[in-house]
């Protein structure tokens, strides 16, 4: 296939996800497929586990996706897609529609389309509240059958998230008690049964219209204070011009707050907007007024440091780590953030691919055990990464002199179950029959935390069903040492170069 060819399909099939209710599976693994030889040739390379693991995701999921699960897989990667199709990241107009019932998406998704913005379907508040805001709505749409499966706080919650987004809200309602409810919580409009189509659309263009009008004028992120993402493409335009003429270099620094997930699933996500707005706060205290801090997304912020002297660029991140470290919250719990950073000294290269090279310093620093400063070199873009096969001492004995050693890519380290710690390395569980029962908790929250991070291998069938379904592979009835060996061999093999 001609490259022109090929760049025409995979932008066909940006747009059947983004357009289409049904999406063949064969299609997502064409653009994975396409991107990854992509990743490679541009030496991106810490960005290929997470197409593998996206990847791998995928194997799990039926022969036809719907529009909700292809664009749930292709979230992790998606800025990446656009960096190498060179596509800029506009906003876009999106809106959102809540509903247990599909056909209410559908009598809505070619009148909004006719609006100039983008429909996107959601089935449940979780999703509405879990859903990346890296474009923020223009309209919000929620079925008032939905408020029965939701506790009164969690409609409050999740209306005050949005206001502070100045998001419009409207209800699609049965009755008067309803309506009452709906602008008692906060909510804009309200469409009870009787209102008519046309009327229905006319509002929400006028809703649609100023929420644009909004956006517009604000270059400030509302619930951090930080710049968005708006602010940073003309602000990374201006340093470059600036490099062009004087030879100005400056630096690009990805910030990320650690264990964020794990903080919002213990604290509520309430509590984890405090904690962005309180740590936004910090870095704007720490670095030099003349440094821009921009919030790059969900627990993401980037820092554009206008200074070329290395130390100056070290010395204020390291501030900012340490500050954050030292602040205090409620809950008696503790903030880090991990940095990665890179100096921008050349012109020809697009702001996405500059945030690419931090973006691997700040794998880097995650991989090193968090809470620190890492500056993106060659020896960090050739660095081993390390693979861990965790497994019982007993089993270990017995596998020592047959199990690998070496891999081109990975440091394989061998350690028992009691060595075993959450990180972001990859990780094989061999589990034999004496674990199964007291290691299930540890593995369900290792599999729900870390995902594809981790591969479970049980070392028989008996002790992979009562493992259930948190296992991802077994050996065999007899815990033969060569298959367990070659199942283990057969992982390393799998992992991404």
């Not at 517009?216 to 600036?242: C, H, M, P, Q, W």
């Not at 910090?282 to 980037?302: N, P, Q, T, V």
């Not at 206008?306 to 100056?312: L, P």
Request: aromatic share 10%.
């Amino acid at each position: 296939m001609e490259q022109g060819q090929l760049t025409e399909r995979i932008h066909m099939i940006l747009k059947k996800i983004s357009e289409s209710r049904q999406i063949p599976k064969s299609d997502i693994e064409f653009l994975l497929d396409w991107v990854k030889k992509e990743v490679r040739q541009r030496r991106f390379m810490h960005l290929l586990e997470i197409f593998s693991r996206v990847e791998s995701d995928a194997k799990e999921l039926p022969s036809v996706l719907t529009q909700a699960e292809a664009m749930t897989l292709i979230s992790p990667v998606k800025r990446y897609i656009h960096t190498v199709l060179g596509i800029e990241q506009e906003d876009e107009d999106l809106v959102l529609i809540l509903s247990a019932s599909f056909s209410t998406f559908s009598r809505y998704k070619s009148r909004v389309e006719k609006l100039g913005a983008r429909p996107v379907f959601l089935q449940t508040l979780e999703e509405a509240v879990e859903y990346d805001y890296e474009d923020v709505p223009k309209a919000i749409i929620m079925d008032v059958e939905l408020w029965p499966q939701f506790k009164e706080r969690d409609i409050q919650s999740f209306v005050s998230k949005m206001r502070k987004l100045y998001v419009p809200l409207i209800v699609i309602g049965t009755n008067e008690h309803y309506r009452l409810a709906a602008y008692s919580y906060g909510f804009d409009d309200y469409w009870e049964s009787w209102v008519p189509m046309e009327e229905r659309l006319v509002r929400l263009g006028l809703h649609i219209e100023k929420s644009r009008l909004v956006s517009k004028a604000l270059l400030v992120d509302e619930l951090t204070g930080a710049f968005n993402r708006k602010y940073l493409k003309a602000t990374f335009s201006r340093f470059i011009s600036r490099l062009e003429r004087s030879g100005e270099s400056f630096a690009v620094a990805l910030l990320d707050i650690d264990h964020f997930k794990q903080l919002n699933d213990t604290f509520g996500h309430s509590y984890g907007d405090d904690v962005l707005h309180r740590v936004s706060e910090e870095i704007r205290h720490a670095i030099r007024s003349s440094d821009e801090l921009i919030r790059y997304g969900g627990e993401e912020f980037l820092i554009l440091l206008n200074v070329s002297d290395r130390a100056i660029v070290e010395s204020v991140l390291e501030r900012v780590r340490t500050r954050i470290e030292e602040m205090e919250f409620p809950y008696e719990h503790q903030v880090t953030v991990s940095i990665g950073y890179t100096r921008v000294c050349q012109t020809g290269y697009t702001l996405g691919e500059w945030c690419a090279y931090a973006d691997e310093a700040l794998y880097k620093a995650k991989r090193d055990g968090r809470n620190r400063v890492v500056r993106y070199t060659s020896a960090v873009r050739e660095e081993k990464r390390i693979a861990y096969v965790t497994m019982s001492e007993n089993t270990y004995t017995s596998l020592a002199n047959r199990l690998p050693k070496e891999h081109r890519r990975y440091e394989v380290v061998y350690r028992p179950y009691e060595a075993y710690s959450c990180n972001d390395n990859i990780e094989m569980f061999v589990l034999d029959d004496t674990r199964v029962h007291e290691a299930r908790g540890t593995l369900s929250a290792v599999k729900e935390q870390r995902g594809k991070y981790s591969h479970i291998l049980a070392v028989s069938k008996r002790t992979a069903s009562e493992l259930e379904a948190i296992y991802d592979d077994y050996a065999d009835d007899n815990q033969d040492e060569e298959v367990i060996t070659k199942k283990i061999e057969q992982w390393l093999e799998k992992l991404p170069d």
